[in-house]
């Protein structure tokens, strides 16, 4: 008989301490680590608080034994192995799965994200010394990462910190306060997989590059920056000459724009996709822009250096228009030459929306996109530019012919994108102008055709006035469907939740208020609203509301039956009434 018990006394042991690892468990999950007390975890575990200094010596060692059995980079380093010769392509391919895993893990383990928050909130022993223990199995994969990093302008090691503390950062506060970061929310699902591919991408790229850093490189890319470098500095010595410029733009630098002129599609030819050649672009362009603004002088009518330059982007966005990414600012060059021809243009534009009376706060939203080509102000970019484009040319088309009225106006605007706030505010304030005072039914029925109306616009361009902000047609329907949000009969059942409940039958429910809309209680004076209002507000014995018509129907009841009804109420109300006088 002595074994069994043995085994039981072995078995409860083992029971025990499971529970009191399991409560540090639930209370870190529920209160944090503040919520680490002895007294809370031997409740927690139904155990007296002696027993854990009994099987775990100390709260410290109970602590540990949790942390360590949750800890899943343990498991991690066992896994996720290098040899001892490892290349760019073998730690590419290991650090890819071990980071995307570790997204996936942390993700979901809320009690391991408490234990990183309690790591990082508090200066604790036993947590230095856990962390220490995982940067001293780190260091045995750095060690075997660092030769193929050394020598280049990649540090491995930071990248990884980097991608570390985001992943914790990113999670924590999606848990925390179901916050995004940057716009980017790990409670929605498309999100996650945003990150898991983007994780791919920064280590593929860190790798690639240390990899490239590594070869002698004739690529043509190495032979457009030495090209760059060049004209930059020769941009330099000529935007710093005191003397007038010439006519002719400088032979040296006319020589560099040809051969650019050929290198930039041959390295796009090299290029596998859209990303890389926008990426391409976008470098390329800035470049360009930032040596055609240095030769650009607005004092002298001849710009011939930066007409070069100029010249040169214009073939590169000609020819890659599709690629090129609409941020790329354009040069001041190019916004001067497109101011006169751009201001002729809103003239003519102007004159046909004045002759059919439009108002002229609508005629400045109009007049938005053209601004940034006529006036000097914030840099215009290639996406204003392909917008201006579209958006000149249809208004241009549709005066002539379909637009005669400032309700046409507005639908067109709406087709082409426009979605700067001044021409958000007329149409709202223009919609709240046609709903004022109307009955709620007629409300109601104007805000839905508007929103029908709206979605069923033509679509003039797939482009964006503002990128930034939201669609047109989405943030008016949001509008529509915010103002119907108020409109009791919108409301899916029809029933209005703050509607007051009476004694009374339909009958008497529109009597009643008849005889207290006749006794000037009431100072409506269109007994359609009135009756409306009575149908929105009040509900019948047993919380059944009544239809405007059926309102409007039974004010003028006679029956002595209606009235007997009501008799009651009135003089209850008159007795209460006289105790004061």
């Keep these: 008989m002595a074994t069994p018990r043995r085994r039981e006394r072995k078995r409860d042991r083992s029971t025990t301490m499971r529970k009191f690892v399991w409560a ?23 155990h007296d ?29 066992e896994r996720f192995i290098l040899s001892p010769d490892a290349d760019i392509a073998e730690i590419k391919t290991m650090f890819n799965a071990l980071f995307k895993e570790n997204f996936n893990v942390f993700l979901k383990n809320v009690e391991f994200q408490n234990i990183i928050l309690w790591q990082i909130s508090e ?136 051969k650019l002129n050929k290198l930039i599609p041959q390295h796009m030819l090299t290029l596998t996709n859209d990303t890389q050649m926008s990426s391409f672009l976008k470098l390329t362009l800035n470049r360009l822009r930032e040596i055609c603004d240095q030769l650009y002088v607005p004092a002298n009518p001849v710009n011939a250096n930066a007409q070069e330059i100029l010249n040169l982007i214009s073939n590169v966005m000609r020819h890659f228009s599709d690629v090129v990414p609409p941020q790329v600012i354009l040069p001041r060059l190019f916004g001067f030459q497109q101011s006169e021809a751009t201001n002729m243009q809103w003239q003519a534009l102007k004159q046909k929306m004045e002759a059919f ?74 919609l709240k102008a046609r709903i004022s005072g109307q ?56 029933v209005n939740e703050l509607s007051l409940i009476t004694p009374f039958n339909a009958t008497q429910l529109a009597v009643w208020r008849k005889l207290e809309y006749d006794a000037g209680i009431y100072v409506e004076t269109n007994l359609d609203v009135f009756s409306e209002k009575v149908a929105s507000n009040f509900m019948t014995k047993g919380g059944v509301r009544l239809s405007q018509f059926s309102v409007k129907s039974k004010l003028y009841a006679k029956e002595q039956a209606i009235y007997k009804g009501l008799e009651g109420y009135a003089l209850k109300m008159l007795e209460e009434i006289r105790r004061f006088l």
């Excluded at 361009?461 to 469907?481: A, R």
């Design 439 to 494: 009955r709620e039914q007629l409300r109601c029925s104007i805000l839905l055709e508007t929103r029908t109306r709206i979605g069923q616009l033509v679509c003039w361009t797939g482009l964006s006035f503002q990128p930034c902000k939201l669609p047109i047609v989405e943030e008016l329907s949001k509008w529509i469907d915010l103002e119907l949000a108020r409109t009791p009969l919108a409301a899916e059942n029809g």
């Design 123 to 258: 200066n604790n022993a036993l947590m230095r010394e856990i962390s220490d223990g995982r940067e001293a199995r780190g260091e045995t994969l750095f060690k075997l990462t660092d030769p193929s990093f050394e020598g280049t302008d990649v540090n491995f090691r930071a990248v990884s910190g980097l991608l570390l503390g985001g992943i914790y950062y990113m999670v924590l506060q999606a848990r925390s306060i179901k916050g995004a970061v940057c716009g980017i929310d790990l409670n929605r699902e498309p999100d996650q997989l945003l990150v898991l591919q983007t994780i791919e991408q920064i280590i593929t790229w860190a790798c690639n590059a240390a990899g490239d850093d590594h070869k002698v490189n004739t690529e043509p890319s190495n032979m457009i920056n030495y090209d760059f470098e060049l004209l930059e500095s020769l941009a330099i010595q000529l935007s710093a000459k005191t003397e007038e410029p010439g006519v002719q733009a400088d032979l040296v630098l006319k020589s560099e724009t040809r």
């Design 357 to 430: 009376g439009t108002d002229p706060f609508l005629i400045d939203a109009v007049y938005k996109p053209f601004r940034k080509f006529i006036h000097a102000g914030p840099a215009a970019t290639w996406g204003d530019y392909q917008y201006l484009k579209i958006y000149s040319k249809t208004l241009e088309e549709q005066l002539k012919t379909a637009v005669k009225d400032q309700t046409s106006l507005m639908e067109l605007l709406i087709g082409l994108g426009h979605n700067h706030p001044c021409f958000s505010v007329f149409f709202t304030d223009s």
């Design 24 to 46: 540090i468990g639930s209370l870190l999950t529920r209160f944090g680590f503040n919520g680490l007390k002895v007294e809370k975890i031997a409740y927690e575990a139904g």
């Design 49 to 77: 608080s002696s027993l854990i200094t009994r099987y775990f010596g100390s709260l410290s060692g109970l602590q540990r034994a949790y942390v360590m059995e949750i800890d899943y980079w343990v498991p991690f380093f």
